[in-house]
């Protein structure tokens, strides 16, 4: 037994040294338990955080087709390529089709609308020159109707420019998660989050040369690394992710942590936009859901995975083969595919959709709106985590059309007028003309930029696009018609200020007695103000406020000639109320909002109120089609197909700081506003700016001509656009426009109609027209 | 009546016979958005909302299809009836 003092006489006192290392390991446990607990927690909350986010889907309107849709060939093939329909010539899986000519066959996607689920469904659908001109089912009998599945256009998130697709497990399939454990962790149905095995073999197989590089991270390791870590390779890194990953498979199933991956893994690059998640990756990819996905597509994402830039199709097509024919070799090597299958797969190419330009189109102004809609109703975490699906109105070709046309005229103004490139800016709002229906929105000319949605934000001075509330002011009266008279002479006004107020016509001209129809058609300023003035400003706010502004506008003088700011949104919902007929009905961007089971929650219910009497809306519309023939917008006829009646209205600001053009066809309205940013005058009128966009985007709609159901209480009758007088033809510039019944029309003096008050004439000039 | 709206009409009287009237509402709007300028269309809307109990929108709704009658006489009585009774 050594004795104590021989201990004491030792260097090493053990029971101090013991106590030491004790109170150390003792330290070191506290330390490590407390950094556990801390990382459990911070796992927990992310994982959970994450495992229940379900964002809100967002659609787009679904198309209709039926037999009379205005609708060429191509825009079809263009719907059905963005909806991701695959063409074969044998269309029998849903959401295929095949074309010959004019003549497309194609088989439907199920979908879950708000008035039902809708099956697949099986057609035929042949084009003539005018659009769709049959629509048949499998058996060649007439379908009435084919509603197709929407485009899907985004998610919703807090986060701007963050875009993801959740899929639940059930969309998930099978052979995907089946091939990713083969080829990324094939131990994962058994490991605790690490799995030595795993990293054996890596080190194994990197040993040995061609075979394929076997990952050493487990797919929860990848997990971890995606939610919480940055890609530095230190050993405390490592450490920190295999105890996260081990945390987290305590806490959490397999399955769960399987479907977290599927939907969080970083899979590809679009510009600034990062592609996260396999189902926004199949999107990105291959335009179509993953569930529609072909093995040798599959083995392509997969491939992806293990760098989605060294293996990115598009870039390095050669590179990501190899990798899908691996990964090919392993799923037939482990049994999810017969050889044959693999061997087919293989020989199959990469089938990946050109540019990333043709990707689902990404609508930040729109959705803007659409956000906007459902916070009245919806909080945050219904929107974020509920999975609930919105069905909204757009129309992404005409959004894309209004984009490119606003664009590609901001760019032609800044040439011709030689300003600086990217000092202009504008916005279109675009609705439906009978129903109340947003169905594209631009905010800006740069749609990447976020921050300013000018489209409905942007309050600016609507100048004469105040005009037509004048008008219908007057002609509800009763006491004026569009053959009334008005006088363009200079005006003084004493306002209550004190003030005087001279206001001018544009062209600083005088024309002496002017008929109503002139006056709005030729945007005369001084009759507009004599107008105004004889019904009474306050007449004039509150029709406006009846068509749709937010708020009354004070009822001053400055208002008959557009001193109100409004948002070209609410523009757009005083002009769709004239397109209307004068009905108001709130314009919406959301249709429907479904919940994650697909029970409808809510519905937008089509309402209309009566804004104005509907024989004066029409007699203001005629005029307003005049715009195009005779007034200010008859320089951009030539720009619209030869034939198609549209009505509309320019409107130009104080020192032509905002350039502004509204108007409608038969089917659609729109609006456009031109301007700076930081309201510096841009030298732009209505005509000359917003104008010559309205017009090429109009141009693009293929619509109907503006075509009014005639109203009762008013008669079209002949008279002379600058008098007012019924007269002849030979000696005057005769319009026809509607009158209030029994309207008696002076002979124009030294030019009196022949055969009784030219009624003869009118039934020769109807023939013609 | 376009076939299209014709089917939805059908279908939407066919929601109305069963009392569902959200969906019969749905119907009709999917058919207004396929003819707009259908009279028709928007009284069969007014008389879903009046069923509904809405009476302000089944005369508005009386107020639109009339607007779009263009002198069709049985058309403008049976939507000046929906008004009336609207207002009872």
């Known amino acids: 037994m050594p004795s104590p003092k021989r201990r004491r006489a ?25 950094w556990l607990v801390a990382l459990d927690r911070q796992v927990v909350r992310q994982f959970e955080g994450r495992r229940w986010n379900l964002p809100a889907q967002v659609y787009a309107r679904p198309l209709e087709v039926y ?3 205005r609708l060429g060939a191509e825009e079809f093939q263009a719907e059905l390529t963005a909806l991701g329909y695959s063409r074969t010539d044998q269309p029998r899986s849903q959401g295929s089709y095949s074309r010959g000519g004019t003549r497309f066959r194609l088989v439907t996607r199920p979908f879950q609308f708000w008035d039902g689920r809708q099956e697949p469904q099986a057609a035929t659908v042949l084009f003539g020159p005018g659009g769709v001109t049959a629509l048949t089912g499998p058996d060649g009998s007439d379908l009435p109707l084919l509603r197709l599945d929407p485009p899907f256009i985004g998610n919703i998130f807090t986060v701007h420019g963050e875009d993801r697709v959740v899929l639940p497990p059930d969309q998930v399939p099978k052979l995907l998660t089946d091939t990713l454990k083969v080829v990324e962790d094939r131990d994962f149905d058994e490991h605790i989050g690490v799995s030595f095995r795993g990293i054996a073999r890596a080190m194994l197989a990197n040993v040995r040369a061609g075979s394929i590089e076997q990952g050493a991270s487990t797919l929860t390791q990848q997990l971890v690394r995606s939610y919480f870590l940055s890609n530095e390779r230190t050993l405390s890194r490592k450490l920190r992710e295999a105890a996260m990953a081990i945390l987290l498979e305590a806490h959490f199933e397999k399955d769960d942590l399987l479907n977290a991956y599927v939907n969080e893994i970083y899979l590809g690059q679009a510009g600034d936009r990062a592609i996260h998640g396999f189902g926004l990756a199949s999107q990105f990819y291959f335009g179509r859901p993953l569930t529609e996905l072909e093995p040798a597509e599959i083995a392509l994402l997969v491939a992806v995975v293990r760098g989605p830039s060294l293996y990115d199709p598009r870039r390095n097509p050669e590179t990501a083969r190899k990798r899908r024919d691996l990964v090919l070799d392993l799923m037939a090597e482990f049994s999810l595919l017969t050889p044959e299958a693999a061997a087919k797969a293989r020989s199959q190419p990469l089938g990946v959709r050109g540019k990333a330009s043709t990707f689902a189109s990404y609508n930040p102004t729109f959705m803007d709106r659409v956000r906007r809609e459902l916070r009245d109703d919806y909080d945050d975490d219904d929107l974020l985590n509920a999975g609930l699906r919105i069905m909204t ?7 894309a059309l209004a984009e490119r046309r606003l664009a590609e005229g901001l760019a032609e103004l800044e040439k011709t007028r030689r300003k600086q490139a990217g000092s202009l800016d504008g916005a279109v709002v675009i609705t439906g003309s009978q129903t109340p229906d947003i169905v594209a929105i631009v905010g800006g000319r740069n749609l990447r930029m976020q921050g300013f949605n000018r489209a409905l934000d942007a309050k600016r001075p609507i100048g004469s696009l105040v005009k037509p509330a004048v008008f219908l002011a007057a002609l509800q009266t009763g006491q004026f018609t569009l053959a009334s008279t008005l006088l363009d002479a200079p005006l003084t006004l004493k306002l209550d200020t004190g003030k005087e107020w001279a206001p001018e016509n544009y062209d600083r001209q005088y024309r002496g007695d002017v008929t109503l129809a ?41 208002l008959l000639l557009g001193a109100v700011d409004l948002t070209p949104l609410e523009v757009a919902q005083v002009y769709q109320s004239l397109a209307s007929g004068g009905f108001r009905a709130p314009l919406k961007a959301v249709r429907a909002v479904l919940d994650a089971e697909g029970k409808a929650l809510a519905r937008t219910q089509l309402s209309v109120d009566r804004a104005a009497d509907p024989a004066a809306v029409y007699q203001v519309n005629a005029a307003l089609v005049e715009v195009f023939e005779r007034g200010t917008a008859r320089g951009a ?25 509204a108007g409608f066809t038969n089917d659609h309205v729109a609006v456009v506003w031109v301007g700076a940013d930081d309201n510096r005058p841009t030298g732009l009128s209505g005509a000359s700016g917003a104008l010559p966009i309205w017009a090429r985007i109009v141009a693009g709609f293929g619509d109907n001509g503006y075509e009014p159901v005639p109203v009762t209480g008013v008669t079209e009758q002949w008279f002379d656009y600058d008098t007012g007088f019924a007269a002849d033809p030979g000696c005057a510039d005769l319009v026809r426009l509607p009158l209030p019944d029994g309207t008696e029309l002076p002979p124009k003096p030294g030019c009196e109609p022949r055969a009784g008050g030219g009624g003869g004439m009118n039934w020769l000039r109807d023939l013609f027209n | ?29 999917r058919a207004l958005r396929i003819e707009p300028r259908q009279p028709l269309l928007w009284l069969e809307l007014g008389q879903i909302r009046l069923r509904e109990g809405n009476r302000a929108q089944a005369e508005s709704m009386a107020r639109k299809a009339l607007s779009l009658a263009s002198g069709d006489a049985t058309l403008e009585s049976q939507a000046l009836e929906l008004i009336a009774r609207a207002r009872e």
């Open chain 1, 10 to 34: 030792g260097a090493l006192p053990l029971r101090p040294l013991l106590a030491l290392a004790g109170a150390l390991v003792l330290a070191s446990l506290v330390v490590l338990a407390a």
């Open chain 1, 393 to 399: 109105n757009l129309d992404p070709r005409l959004q």
């Open chain 1, 518 to 558: 002139r006056a709005l058609a030729e945007s005369l300023n001084l009759p507009t103000v004599r107008l105004g003035l004889e019904v009474g400003t306050r007449k004039v706010a509150t029709t406006l406020r009846s068509l749709g502004t937010e708020k009354a506008p004070p009822a001053l003088p400055s």
């Open chain 2, 1 to 29: 009546m376009a076939p299209a709206s014709q089917a939805l009409l059908k279908e939407s009287r066919r929601y109305q016979a069963g009392g569902e009237y959200p969906q019969a509402a749905a119907s009709i709007e």
């Open chain 1, 637 to 661: 006829k030539g720009l619209l197909p030869a034939g198609l009646v549209v009505a509309g209205k320019t409107g130009t600001s104080n020192d032509l700081r905002d350039s502004w053009f």
């Open chain 1, 67 to 69: 037999a009379g849709l």
